[in-house]
């Protein structure tokens, strides 16, 4: 029988044709990884100009600048151009857990920061949270005054982890049985324990001492007492949205770093001046 086209080529070529169709095998692998890099990088550049709508140019330059040159990231910042006019506005660095307050070039203010850690939580029952600070253009929207923190309900889920207790959530209506007739309920807006002789004493809640009733550790209703913390925040808070603020903190060892559940805290000096200073209005560029 002769040989068929394609033996007779590899016949004929011997390794030559074997390298030959080797190398064209390696060149469509090598277009098929290039496109695919095209394809990623055209994604990442949609997904920035998404996040970054508004006066985007701002930390397109500092990203550019400091890959570039290495430079300190201040000093970026100091030189980048002004695309805002006259209207200040403050950068918040993750990586650098810095902050600038500006307008245009010229730098008002500038102070060290906590942010998010990153870390991730779960609770039974399906219930995940990622601690980040958010990135993106954020505004002021609010500015407050003595801000009282309200515990999301992953506050309780890390406590009792830490205490080794059971999560128990009280419902308005619902009464929880202790040991001599006495009972947790909650009357007015206050969690209590009510004695059998008709007494109610409010508890009085602080972080990391929250109501405890033998092995389980009591979630609050929200609009009780017992689920404001005062002080944690500090004096002031420059509100963002959705739960997300510029505050102060009770634990300024914890500024420069990754430490928070998502909020930027700084000093409670920092965030008195800032609060002073600082319009509500002002875009913020967390990146």
């Known amino acids: 029988m002769p040989p068929t086209p394609d033996r007779a080529f590899f016949a004929s070529g011997g390794t030559g044709a074997v390298l030959s169709v080797a190398a064209v095998v390696a ?25 970054f709508n508004d006066n985007a140019d701002i930390l397109e330059t500092v ?19 002004d695309s805002l006019g006259d209207q200040p506005y403050i950068v918040i660095s993750i990586a650098e857990n810095r902050l600038w307050f500006k307008r245009g070039a010229t730098v008002l203010f500038r102070t060290r920061v906590a942010t998010g850690t990153g870390k991730n939580l779960e609770r039974a029952g399906g219930s995940r ?49 202790l040991a001599g007739g006495a009972v947790i309920l909650v009357s007015g807006g206050d969690v209590v324990t009510r004695y059998p002789d008709g007494r109610e004493v ?30 944690v925040l500090g004096v002031n808070r420059l509100y963002l949205g959705d739960g997300y603020g510029i505050h102060g ?8 770093r990754g430490a928070s559940h998502g909020c930027v805290r700084v000093r409670n000096e920092d965030i008195e001046t800032l609060f002073r200073i600082v319009p509500v209005g002002t875009p913020v560029y967390i990146y």
């Open 27 to 51: 060149a469509c692998v090598l277009a098929v990884v290039e496109f695919r890099s095209a394809a990623a990088l055209r994604r990442d550049r949609d997904l920035t100009q998404a996040v």
């Open 202 to 231: 409010p508890f009085e809640v602080l972080e990391g001492k929250e109501i405890i009733a033998g092995r389980d550790l009591i979630i609050p209703p929200i609009g009780t007492n017992q689920r404001r913390y005062m002080g």
């Open 63 to 81: 990203r550019a600048q400091v890959s570039s040159a290495g430079d300190s990231l201040s000093r970026v910042l100091a030189s980048s151009p």
């Open 249 to 256: 903190t009770d634990v300024p060892t914890s500024i420069g």
């Open 129 to 177: 949270w990622k601690f980040e600070t958010p990135r993106g253009r954020l505004v002021v929207v609010r500015k407050d005054v003595d801000p009282a923190w309200v515990p999301p309900d992953w506050h309780y889920v890390e406590m009792a982890r830490k205490t080794g207790k059971r999560l128990r959530q009280l419902e308005r209506g619902q009464s929880i049985p």
